[in-house]
């Protein structure tokens, strides 16, 4: 399959309107101290955190703590999985059209729109489309269970990605007997990861257009991307030369969102993970606002 984009495209994408203020003065506009606030606010409260943003034009961190700390990242470990399946898309070990029947599956319920859709077969290629769009976990555990785990463990070893992992399938209840998490990951890695994806380093050029493509169809705009004010359904072609690329993760006291944003003055990669006790409502919100004032901040940044 094709890619509509190639990556190096997705980049120029943001140049492409209004001109651009001299990278030195994009770097140094901003201080990040809302989102610092934010952040340290959760800390004292006992949350575990994870926060990365690197300059994708200098390469050079903007923000980082604890960025190299190995927390649960829930349904944002699919993007190993995604670049795996792409890869052997391009390879032609997998056919994309390849039909995959449901019924062959474990239910799963934690997430995702195919075990509410009628259609009881999909190609793989459309089952990527629901785990990068929907984060599907019925859709990413049959891909897991089509290329195998020790095949997308393999990838991340070539990835170069030493504190990240991916544990096991989607389950909606873990026992004893199971791994504790879906899949492990820092904020570095993950910036990383997002930034060689744009950058078309990521196994090789087509496959890097061809997960970026998918991952700009993501829905979640709740969490950092709250900020960018995109459609949530609509976001691959902003009138505004808005690059935007994402993936979140949720799961009991988790949250995580890693991505690409880039507007007319800079461009960022960043991720963040946080780990709370959610007691009640209240500790929740408290987690989501501090992604969306890092949302905010990372706007202030590239705009």
């Known amino acids: 399959m094709e890619p509509r984009k190639d990556a190096e495209s997705l980049r120029g994408a943001r140049r492409s309107t209004g001109r651009r203020t001299p990278k030195r003065t994009a770097a140094g506009r901003r201080s990040f101290t809302s989102t610092l606030k934010a952040l340290d606010d959760l800390a004292a409260s006992g949350a575990k955190i994870s926060v990365r943003i690197t300059d994708l034009d200098r390469g050079t961190s903007v923000l980082s703590g604890d960025d190299f ?151 979640d705009l709740s969490l950092v991307a709250s900020a960018t004010g995109l459609d949530p359904f609509s976001h691959e072609n902003d009138e505004h030369g808005l690059l935007f690329i994402n993936k979140t993760g949720r799961d009991a006291g988790i949250r995580v969102e890693a991505g690409v944003l880039a507007g007319p003055r800079a461009g960022v990669s960043y991720a963040l993970i946080v780990c709370f006790d959610d007691l009640s409502i209240s500790h929740r919100l408290r987690a989501h606002e501090a992604f969306r004032v890092l949302g905010t901040d990372l706007m202030e940044y590239v705009f």
């Open 69 to 219: 700390v190995t927390l649960p990242v829930a349904g944002l470990g699919v993007v190993p999985l995604l670049i795996e399946v792409a890869a052997a898309f391009e390879s032609g070990q997998l056919d994309p059209l390849e039909i995959i029947d449901r019924s062959n599956l474990e239910p799963v319920g934690v997430g995702g729109v195919w075990q509410h859709l009628k259609a009881p077969a999909l190609p793989l290629i459309d089952l990527a489309v629901l785990t990068a769009s929907t984060g599907d976990a019925l859709a990413a555990n049959a891909l897991l269970r089509r290329v195998g785990l020790p095949a997308v463990r393999s990838r991340i070893e070539q990835l170069g990605l030493a504190r990240s992992a991916l544990l096991d399938r989607f389950r909606d209840e873990r026992g004893p007997d199971d791994a504790p998490h879906f899949a492990l990951g820092s904020a570095r890695e993950l910036a990383e990861v997002f930034a060689a994806l744009v950058n078309s380093q990521v196994v090789s050029p087509s496959v890097s257009a061809q997960v970026a493509e998918w991952l700009s169809l993501n829905h």
